[in-house]
């Protein structure tokens, strides 16, 4: 087999290496392995999809040299360090906890499982194996998002006060059309879940805490279980307060967050990946802006492959995982008192609710309002 021709090698180092299995072999483990090949001390050993000719096609574009029926027989011949699991969110439970006995760390795409019970047993999981959890919420990473949450955590804002959290996106019937979409059952949720934890992933990773959720689901024009469409207010513990909205059912689509603080309005408007172009501080009338407020000279983009590579360079170092990958449950938990809120007709949920709550920590089926015209 041969390389990728766009993905270039590099050479050994001393330092050991780490063996890497993917899990899935859909639209994103191409991602997954693109960042593998790039990094230097990494080598992708062995992959398996639930379709074998879909895994042997990987395998001959990304040059990996063993191909597998199932994760047990991967997990048994190969005995990887790290599992990269690129599959949909019913069976991430399942396939980490064997991951884990097999003595592999893990790294699970979003989102990192249908329920918040099933997050916390993969937490307990890694903790008695003694490895790491990391799950891919690549919108956290590049050189302008770390920089504006310095800004807002070091105080060089002032105090954040107000906030927007747009995820409009189109995803049309043919995508619902993909047997495990649209469904309680396999995909855990609807858009909230599947898309707009992305930017409240940002956002919260930029913001801290939530402390109450009012929200709602909405049906408006796709057939599908679940929603395509949901509004929510969000409080955080700092006191900011955040309207949230996500969509699959907007043409124009946008990923966007605002927040205004004491000083400027700090703001990025993207669609799957932002760069320094993306983001914006615009200081309050009658305010200079501050040269501390420039975004940094050197610039790295949001991507799978910063999160990867620093997730592998912690393995192997025997660090902690980057802030940019762990804290699965803050923006998890969110999306959950969403639906939760939504089945109590908006009512409010508090993060303190959620942690014992009677019904959706198990899972987060909810009533969605049909506002379809048929």
């Known amino acids: 087999m041969t390389a990728h021709p766009s993905v270039p090698r590099h050479p050994d180092s001393s330092a050991g290496r780490l063996r890497v299995a993917i899990v899935g072999t859909g639209a994103v483990s191409r991602l997954h392995a693109q960042a593998v090949a790039a990094h230097p001390r990494a080598d992708l050993v062995a992959v398996t999809d639930r379709t074998r000719e879909r895994a042997d096609e990987f395998a001959v574009t990304w040059s990996v040299p063993s191909v597998y029926d199932s994760l047990d027989e991967l997990l048994e011949a190969q005995h990887p360090d790290v599992v990269l699991i690129c599959t949909p969110p019913g069976v991430h439970r399942e396939q980490t906890l064997a991951a884990f006995a097999a003595g592999a760390h893990v790294v699970v795409e979003k989102p990192p499982a249908p329920s918040l019970d099933e997050l916390d047993e993969m937490l307990a999981a890694a903790a008695k194996a003694d490895r790491r959890l990391a799950v891919v919420f690549q919108q956290r ?26 995820t ?20 855990g949720g ?24 009012q929200g709602r689901l909405w049906r408006l024009d796709r057939e599908t279980e679940t929603e395509d469409a949901s509004t929510a207010t969000v409080t955080f513990a700092s006191g900011v307060v955040a309207q949230v909205v996500t969509s699959a059912v907007s043409p124009r689509e946008v990923s966007a967050i605002r927040i205004d603080t004491q000083r400027a309005t700090v703001s990025v408007e993207h669609l799957y990946g932002h760069g320094h172009e993306n983001w914006s501080i615009t200081p309050a009338p009658g305010t200079e802006s501050d040269p501390a407020w420039a975004l940094p000279a050197d610039e790295e983009r949001s991507d799978h492959g910063p999160l990867l590579r620093d997730v592998f360079d912690a393995l192997l170092d025997g660090t902690p ?12 938990s969110l999306v959950a008192a969403i639906y939760a809120s939504a089945a109590a007709d908006g009512a409010a949920v508090t993060a303190e609710d959620l942690r014992s709550h009677p019904t959706h920590r198990s899972g987060f089926a909810s009533p969605v309002i049909d506002q379809r015209r048929v």
């Not at 302008?144 to 959290?165: E, K, S, W």
């Not at 996106?169 to 396999?186: I, K, L, P």
């Not at 995982?321 to 998890?332: E, N, V």
């Open 168 to 187: 409009l996106w189109y995803r049309d019937a043919a995508y619902y059309a993909v047997d495990w979409r649209g469904r309680w059952s396999t995909e």
């Open 190 to 213: 609807g858009t909230t879940l599947g898309h707009g934890i992305h930017q409240l992933d940002l956002l919260a990773f930029l913001l801290g805490d939530w402390a109450s959720v």
């Open 141 to 166: 990473t590049g050189t302008a998002a770390a920089h504006v949450r310095r800004l807002l955590q070091d105080g060089a804002l002032g105090r954040p006060l107000l906030a927007t959290c747009e």
């Open 321 to 332: 995982l980057p802030d940019t990958a762990t804290d699965p449950g803050r923006s998890f």
